[in-house]
């Protein structure tokens, strides 16, 4: 749109490109949304837990989360490397690496199982979690 609109023509591989850009921007922010606990949840059973139940809930949906990640580390991890290998390029006009944005998804998925286990430690110390900072202190 950009090119199109400002250049009169479009950019080349712009396709590719964006592709590219949304698959950092969406994994490299999985990490902080983990850490605020922003992905979006259904509660509607576990809303009404307390207790041993709640803590167990929240248990083992961190769990699920560490198995999550770990399982898209790995595999992101294994496609970059055959990426690398092979200096994967896209087949855009304007061929340009893809390797670095699959290194992205494997670095972005590896800190968001990180925050998850440093959730589940805490958890399991009995460690109350800080909450999150308000969304005004971001923009300051």
Sequence with gaps: IFGTNLLGKPLPSALELSEAGL???VFM???QAQR???HITVDILSSRFRGLAQTASSV???LAAVTFFGFVAWRGGLAAWESV???ERSMGQSPFPIWPGKI???IGCIIAMLESVRQLARLLCGIPEEPPAPL???LL
Aim: hydrophobic share 60%; charged share 25%.
């Design 23 to 25: 698959a950092i921007i």
């Design 29 to 31: 922010g999985l990490a």
């Design 36 to 38: 605020k606990r922003a």
């Design 60 to 62: 083992l949906a961190l």
């Design 85 to 87: 290998l092979i200096d």
């Design 104 to 106: 992205l998804l494997c």
């Design 136 to 138: 005004t202190e971001e």
